[in-house]
């Protein structure tokens, strides 16, 4: 049997720091340390060419067990749904309207940190009712 390997999931986007950071808050992952030799990320970015400074960002689970976010710079902006998205787990094992008030206190809580609120699916005797929501720069994820 094949060993399991570490995921990191990437996201391309115009502005890689402020993803990032709003990331962090959502999923209470934090910016790893600056490379060795450097005080703070800022004075790492200095390092590189003008091209290169501000192309990318990251953020990890404080306690290892979730996958490494990154962040890259892309030319080009968003204009079609994601293909992959994340699902943030904000109302597991609760299920009728004490789950949809779990997934709309913690839907004010993202949006006050500059998310979208989508629209709010309700169950459907299959599927436990969910919030789709967009991050700062649009990218869809959902509240389930």
Same mark, same amino acid.
């Given at each position: 049997m094949a060993s399991v390997k570490q995921v990191q999931v990437t996201f391309d986007c115009a502005e890689?720091? *402020?993803? @990032?950071?709003f990331w962090c808050?959502?999923?209470?992952?934090?910016?790893?340390p600056p490379p060795p030799g450097f005080a703070d990320w800022?004075? %790492?970015?200095?390092?590189?060419?003008p091209e290169r400074q501000g +192309? @990318? %960002? @990251?953020?990890?689970?404080? +306690?290892? /067990?979730?996958? *490494?976010?990154f962040f890259?710079? /892309?030319?080009?902006?968003?204009? /079609?749904?994601? *293909?992959?998205h994340l699902d943030? *787990?904000?109302?597991t094992g609760l299920v009728g309207e004490e789950r949809v008030a779990a997934l709309e206190a913690e839907g004010a809580r993202l949006v006050a940190l500059g998310a979208v609120k989508v629209r709010l699916l309700r169950a459907d005797g299959f599927n436990e009712s969910c919030?789709?929501?967009q991050d700062v720069e649009g990218n869809e994820f959902c509240l389930d």
């Open positions: 890689p720091e *402020r993803v @990032a950071r808050e959502v999923l209470g992952y934090v910016v790893p800022d004075e %790492f970015d200095r390092t590189l060419p +192309s @990318a %960002f @990251a953020c990890v689970d404080p +306690s290892g /067990v979730g996958p *490494r976010l890259q710079r /892309v030319p080009e902006g968003k204009v /079609v749904k994601n *293909r992959l943030v *787990r904000a109302g919030l789709v929501m």
